[in-house]
């Protein structure tokens, strides 16, 4: 591997890390942080709602977590049961937090245009996670690495938001209309990404 491919690695591994740890600073808050701060008293009182949202960011930060490393040819072939664990985990842990993102999606900030966009996002990240794992059970390899680049590029709009959200809140000078913006810009250009990257590796699914 060359130093260029070796820094690569490195931050991509830093980010999915970093941002996969990042739910627990609302585990280990005494008080509403981040995105509770716009909710209604109703809403942070709702259990469905807790259940959904911290369903969402935990299982989410997993599935970010442990999915970076699949990606690896080296850790890969090194060893093929534990590529077959870490993957069960990664689907699991994304249907669990795709679903709850699908219910409080409904309830996101920002109004219609941001419930929309994290709605699509959800569905999308289900569809292709899910076709993957369909994909492998039915021993069909080229399928299953073209579907699970675009899940984790889906999987990935989670640290890509982070990175727009403040540049977009500088911007406009407000939060609200970058929440808006960053629901759509935070996955779409990952998904062309990821499409891009299939069609350079020659896999083709059709
Ligand atoms: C890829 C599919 C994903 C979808 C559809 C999605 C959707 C959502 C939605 C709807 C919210 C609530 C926003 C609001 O109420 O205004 C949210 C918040 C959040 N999500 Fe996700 N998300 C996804 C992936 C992830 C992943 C992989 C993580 C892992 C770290 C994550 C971590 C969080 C966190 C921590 C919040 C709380 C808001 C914040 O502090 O930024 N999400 N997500």
Same mark, same amino acid.
């Given at each position: 591997?060359?130093?260029?491919?070796?820094?690569a690695w490195f931050v @991509? %591994?830093? !980010? +999915?890390?970093? $941002? &996969?740890?990042?739910?627990?600073?609302?585990? /280990?808050?005494?008080?509403?942080?981040?995105?509770?701060?716009?909710k209604s008293a109703a809403?942070?009182?709702?259990?469905?709602?807790?259940?959904?949202?911290?369903?969402?960011?935990? @299982? %989410?930060? !997993? +599935?970010?977590? $442990? &999915?970076?490393?699949?990606?690896?040819?080296? /850790?890969?072939?090194?060893?093929?049961?534990?590529?077959?664990?870490?993957?069960?985990?990664?689907?699991?842990?994304?249907?669990?937090?795709?679903?709850?993102?699908?219910?409080?999606?409904?309830?996101?900030?920002?109004?219609? $245009?941001?419930?929309?966009?994290?709605?699509?996002?959800?569905?999308?990240?289900?569809?292709?996670?899910?076709?993957?794992?369909?994909?492998?059970?039915?021993?069909?390899?080229?399928?299953?690495?073209?579907?699970?680049?675009?899940?984790?590029?889906?999987?990935?709009?989670?640290?890509?938001?982070?990175?727009?959200?403040?540049?977009?809140?500088l911007a406009f000078g407000?939060?609200?209309?970058?929440?808006?913006?960053?629901?759509?810009?935070?996955?779409?250009?990952?998904?062309?990404?990821?499409?891009?990257?299939?069609?350079?590796?020659?896999?083709?699914?059709?």
């Amino acid at each position: 591997m060359n130093s260029t491919n070796k820094v690569a690695w490195f931050v @991509f %591994g830093f !980010l +999915a890390i970093g $941002v &996969g740890l990042y739910p627990l600073i609302y585990i /280990f808050s005494a008080d509403h942080v981040g995105i509770q701060l716009s909710k209604s008293a109703a809403l942070l009182a709702n259990v469905a709602w807790n259940l959904g949202f911290y369903g969402h960011i935990l @299982f %989410g930060g !997993l +599935a970010l977590m $442990v &999915g970076w490393v699949q990606f690896s040819k080296r /850790f890969r072939e090194a060893n093929f049961k534990r590529h077959r664990t870490i993957g069960g985990i990664y689907v699991a842990a994304a249907v669990v937090s795709g679903g709850c993102g699908l219910g409080i999606a409904l309830f996101a900030t920002g109004g219609i $245009v941001a419930q929309l966009g994290f709605l699509t996002l959800a569905v999308v990240w289900l569809y292709f996670t899910l076709n993957a794992f369909w994909a492998i059970k039915k021993r069909d390899l080229d399928m299953h690495r073209v579907y699970m680049i675009y899940s984790y590029a889906a999987c990935f709009g989670a640290v890509t938001l982070r990175i727009w959200l403040p540049l977009l809140t500088l911007a406009f000078g407000a939060f609200l209309p970058a929440y808006r913006v960053v629901a759509w810009l935070a996955w779409v250009p990952n998904i062309i990404f990821a499409y891009i990257w299939v069609r350079r590796k020659g896999l083709n699914i059709g």
